[in-house]
């Protein structure tokens, strides 16, 4: 008889040879700046400074969002226990999509559990057999899925590369592509770089194509007022879809979003799977997020002190003689190459912990092979004297690990 559960735990056990299984450590409470570990078998907690959190404007713990979500359980109940168009809206998931709208300048919005369930549920509506997608090749899962639920012909270009982003709309045009869409991450995270918003919809308006962007990475505190890449390169009025979610720097909760012209999310309401047939986003969620939104765009203060903390970041470390990919973003890629370098990576992130500073090591498959590192995100729940902290932490852990092999 076929046993699934050897089978399992083979494939369990590759997992683990392979070095890519991804423990959770669990926290004791909740996101911020400072956070402790719970104790496990092999040590006792630790208290560490996080720079892995997608936490930028540090909204995560903020009192007047934690007050506005507490506010609304007693307001709006715990739960909706229906799907918005039966009887889960509320006047404030309309309230939420109305201020989404207008904080990004477009007609309409429509929420999602999360922004995987956008992504997932946007393409199939609006792109059938005979319209083609065009994607960046370093998208987010999230992106592919949805493309792979649609029927549209499919494109992949080479990361923010606008040579074959054309390329690839000539092939779509002569494959007589009806609705052509260039649809990229703002920012891509592993890297920290970002997307070209401008000569993508050069390119794409001389096609005639329509532009998506997913801002995951970027809204609340990417562009002067945080609405996101769009923004920062002065795009706002070019880009036809945006993707992104309550997830990360809007109080990083959950829920996501399609925010365009009314007549998509027209569209989308009544044909989008994900939201036809998913629940309606928390209240206490919907709740918070308002209040997340809401200081985000007065977060004037906090976007500058984000900023002088990636800088201060940036700088600490060249000088300290790390190799960081290039770029603005408050991710900081901190390069390990070469053969040794997951390994050496991993070593190093696991020493820091010992210093008091949490962050994570990607390897392939996660990155190129080769091109391992460690992800530092930048909060402006930070003070400098944490980012000097982690600057210190990386340079003793560099010690301790290269010291401890042979031949450095
Ligand atoms: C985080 C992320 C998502 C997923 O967002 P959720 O709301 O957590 O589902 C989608 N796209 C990109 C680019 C992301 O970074």
Known sequence: MYGI???????????????????????????????????????????????????????ADNPEVIAAAKDALDEFGYGMASVRFICGTQTQHTALEREIAEFLGQEAAILYSSCFDANGGVFEVLFGAEDAIISDELNHASIIDGVRLSKAMRYRYRNRDMGDLEAQLVAARDAGGRRVVVVTDGVFSMDGSFAPLDSICDVAERFGALVMVDDSHATGFIGKGGRGTPELFGVMDRVDLISSTLGKALGGASGGYIAARAEIVDLLRQRSRPYLFSNAVAPAVVAGSRVALRLAAQADGGRARLRGNAALFRSLMT???????????????????????????????????????YVIAFSFPVVPR?????RVQLSAAHSAEDVRRCVAAFVAARAEVDGGSAGA
């Open 5 to 59: 559960r050897d089978d399992l735990l083979v494939e369990l056990d590759a997992i683990r040879q392979a070095g890519l299984w991804k423990a959770e450590r669990e926290l004791t409470g909740p996101q911020g700046a400072l956070v402790r570990t719970a104790g496990t078998a092999s040590g006792a907690g630790v208290e560490a400074l996080n720079f892995c959190a997608n936490n930028y404007l540090g909204l």
């Open 319 to 357: 000088s300290a003689g790390f190799e960081l990919l290039p770029g603005e973003h408050p991710i900081h890629a901190v390069m390990f190459p070469g053969d040794d370098g997951a390994a050496r990576a991993k070593a190093v992130s696991e020493a820091m912990l010992r210093h008091g500073v």
């Open 370 to 374: 080769g091109k391992a590192r460690i």
